[in-house]
């Protein structure tokens, strides 16, 4: 009775462990798809394209006919916008602080 009482509680430990253990991964696996498809950062309106030693900053509604290179190789500044034919210009759309 006793040897039965024993083989139970092993048991009992090793399904608690394998059921940790598979919360664990499906924890792991969750915060890595998270992470890896951006799920909670902000969508900046542009992707970064590399080309050979630098990168340029191509906004996603590009104009297909403007070759890669003549957009710019950095990143627009907070109040700035890319254009689809590759100019920075100041993003009128947002009001400036303490403006109405």
Do not use: C, W
Request: net charge positive; no cysteine; aromatic share 8%.
């Amino acid at each position: 009775m006793n040897s039965v009482k024993n083989t139970s509680l092993k048991t009992m430990k090793f399904t608690k462990r394998k059921i940790g253990f598979i919360i664990a991964a499906i924890i792991i696996v969750g915060l890595v798809l998270v992470s890896s498809l951006r799920l909670f950062q902000e969508d900046p309106g542009y992707f970064v394209v590399p080309h050979g030693n630098h990168n340029h900053y191509v906004p996603h509604d590009r104009d297909p006919d403007i070759p890669l290179h003549s957009f710019p190789q950095r990143p627009p500044r907070e109040g700035e916008i890319i254009t689809p034919d590759g100019r920075i210009i100041r993003d009128t759309t947002v009001t400036a602080p303490g403006r109405r």
